[in-house]
C-alpha cells in the first residue's frame, strides 16, 4: 500500500504562483511514476504532468508554459509548480503514484483563484 498527502492548496489571486507537494508513504518501489491531475467543478478529471523515478517529465499539452513538475526522490515527494495562475486553473489538484502495475491516488487538494 502506499499513502499520498497532497498540500499546499488554497485561495490565491491571478497571477500569483503556487507550489503543490506531494508526499508519498508505505510500499514505494524504487521504479515508480509520480503525478499531478486535476478536476474543475463539473469536468473530468485530466493530467497535468508525470515524472518517473529517474527524473523523466511528460506534460499535457495544455499546460506546459505554467506548470513545472518534479520531484525528491529522498522524500519520496513530488512538487507542482504553477505560474501565473488563472481563474480557470481553479480545482482540486489530485496527486497520483503507480509501479506500473497498481495506482494509488491522493485525497486531492482544493485550489481557488479568485480575486
Known amino acids: 500500500q502506499v499513502q499520498l498527502a497532497e498540500s499546499g492548496g488554497g485561495l490565491v489571486r491571478p497571477g500569483e504562483s503556487l507550489t503543490l507537494s506531494c508526499a508519498a508513504s508505505?510500499?514505494?518501489?524504487?521504479?515508480?511514476?509520480m503525478g499531478w491531475y486535476r478536476q474543475a467543478p463539473g469536468s473530468q478529471r485530466t493530467l497535468i504532468a508525470t515524472?518517473?523515478?529517474?527524473?523523466?517529465?511528460y506534460y499535457a499539452g495544455s499546460v506546459k508554459s505554467r506548470f513545472t513538475i518534479s520531484r525528491d526522490n529522498v522524500k519520496n515527494t513530488v512538487y507542482l509548480q504553477i505560474n501565473r495562475l488563472k481563474p480557470e486553473d481553479t480545482a482540486v489538484y489530485y496527486c497520483?503514484?503507480?509501479?506500473?502495475?497498481?495506482?494509488?491516488w491522493g485525497q486531492g487538494t482544493q485550489v481557488t483563484v479568485s480575486s
Open positions: 497520483a503514484w503507480t509501479n506500473y502495475r497498481d495506482d494509488y
Open positions: 508505505g510500499s514505494i518501489a524504487r521504479i515508480n511514476r
Open positions: 515524472i518517473t523515478h529517474d527524473g523523466i517529465t
